[in-house]
């Protein structure tokens, strides 16, 4: 008997937007102060309602037909319940069973045994996501990563 590896990665990208996924507050990454770009509905207060950040999803289907993906006339979201020190919303946004785009593929030159060869590595789903903050320490959240597209 002999087995053939699969082996699966999830891999994160982070689209230069200037607005976060779900909200107006601005997407910058090299902020140099923690928890300046963030709003009620980034954290998630009650009563507030995310809105998709147009720029992201034209980013994310460019990336898709880049990748020779199929691009759904059909996506959404599903929200996540669940704790996580670091994430005080107690809820994500994020595409599970109708991502955006799926099926894709992604060529790569390898040197194999003495020679390039190709390899194509199938891209199954590409997701809407975003970051869930980062915990500095156990009791001060750096929200500035929250909801990052
Ligand atoms: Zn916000």
Same mark, same amino acid.
């Not at 670091?86 to 109708?98: A, E, F, R």
């Not at 809407?128 to 320490?137: E, N, V």
């Given at each position: 008997m002999s087995y053939?590896?699969?082996i699966g990665?999830? #891999?994160?990208?982070?689209?230069?937007?200037r607005t976060k996924m779900? +909200? %107006?507050s601005l997407n910058d990454p090299d902020e140099k102060h923690p928890n300046i770009n963030? +709003?009620?509905v980034c954290m998630g207060h009650p009563g507030t309602l995310p809105v998709i950040n147009q720029e992201a999803i034209h980013k994310l289907i460019r990336v898709g037909l880049a990748l020779n993906c199929q691009v759904a006339e059909f996506s959404k979201f599903d929200r996540k319940n669940y704790f996580y020190p %670091?994430?005080?919303?107690?809820? /994500? #946004?994020? /595409?599970? %069973?109708?991502p955006l785009c799926k099926d894709g593929k992604l060529g790569f &030159?390898?040197?194999?045994?003495?020679?390039?060869?190709? &390899?194509e590595y199938i891209l199954k789903r590409i997701r809407? %996501?975003? +970051? #869930?903050? &980062?915990?500095?320490?156990i009791r001060w959240l750096i929200l500035t990563a929250l909801e990052y597209p």
């Open positions: 053939e590896p699969t990665l999830e #891999i994160h990208v982070e689209l230069k937007t779900f +909200c %107006d963030v +709003c009620p %670091d994430l005080p919303k107690g809820y /994500q #946004i994020s /595409q599970y %069973d109708l &030159r390898v040197q194999g045994s003495g020679k390039l060869e190709l &390899r809407a %996501d975003y +970051c #869930i903050p &980062r915990a500095l320490i």
